[in-house]
Nanobody, 114 residues
């Protein structure tokens, strides 16, 4: 089993910053990529950012230039630095690990007030 534990969500004013962290533990045999998705009420879960183990990254157009994903491979941890936050960034943010299977964290709430 693989466990993903997220932290760092919260309430912030528009224009502010938050940093999310996700630590993976358990029977991790391979990590192809780690990333972040989000889901706002009434919306489908969407990709925010993903970083492959080979180093390549992908961002949603809506967060390019504002969010930065990084990984600490030694700690099996992925981070999401979120700057210039907007009310439309409000959502539950989920950590994802793609290995032998697809694993998800429990989610952390990010609320941006206007």
């Amino acid at each position: 089993q693989v466990q993903l534990v997220e932290s760092g969500g919260g309430l912030v004013q528009a224009g502010g910053s938050l940093r999310l962290s996700c630590a993976a533990s358990g029977s991790i045999f391979i990590i192809n990529a780690m990333g972040w998705y989000r889901q706002a009420p009434g919306n489908q879960r969407e990709l925010v950012a993903v970083k492959a183990s080979g180093g390549s990254t992908m961002y949603a157009d809506s967060v390019k230039g504002r969010f930065t994903i990084s990984r600490d491979n030694a700690k099996n941890t992925v981070y999401l630095q979120m700057n210039s936050l907007r009310p439309e960034d409000t959502a539950v943010y989920y950590c994802n690990l793609r290995g032998l299977q697809n694993y998800w964290g429990q989610g952390t709430q990010v609320t941006v007030s206007s």
